[in-house]
């Protein structure tokens, strides 16, 4: 059984930042790649970024790129989000998501955690 916990969310102001965590649980982690999405209210799932099996590529999406990080941490199965001048829009739900291969697209991917919410104030 394949699992992702999600943590480290929560409250922060404007320009403040967070880091996210994503354990993986019930597979090889060094097998498969992991990704950020997260989810506003009334909004489509978005593509945060993500990185490869190997860590050595990591893709962002454009309107976060810049302030963000990803790494991972194979010895602990665990990927992070940092997440930096963070912004009232950045309101959302994240998720981490793992499948085979690193892509921007929701249904590629076949397991996600239960999301995490990270509320951001002006």
């Known amino acids: 059984q394949v699992q992702l916990v999600e943590s480290g969310g929560g409250l922060v102001q404007a320009g403040g930042s967070l880091k996210l965590s994503c354990v993986v649980s019930?597979?090889?982690?060094?097998?498969?790649?992991v990704a950020w999405f997260r989810q506003a209210p009334g909004k489509k799932r978005e593509f945060v970024g993500g990185i490869n099996w190997s860590g050595d590529t990591t893709r962002y999406a454009g309107s976060v790129e810049g302030r963000v990080t990803i790494s991972r941490d194979n010895a602990k199965s665990t990927v992070y989000l940092q997440m930096s001048s963070l912004k009232p829009e950045d309101t959302a739900v994240y998720y981490c998501a793992s499948d085979g291969v690193l892509s921007e697209w929701a249904f590629e991917y076949d397991y996600w955690g239960q999301g995490t919410q990270v509320t951001v104030s002006s």
């Open positions: 019930g597979r090889s982690f060094l097998s498969y790649a």
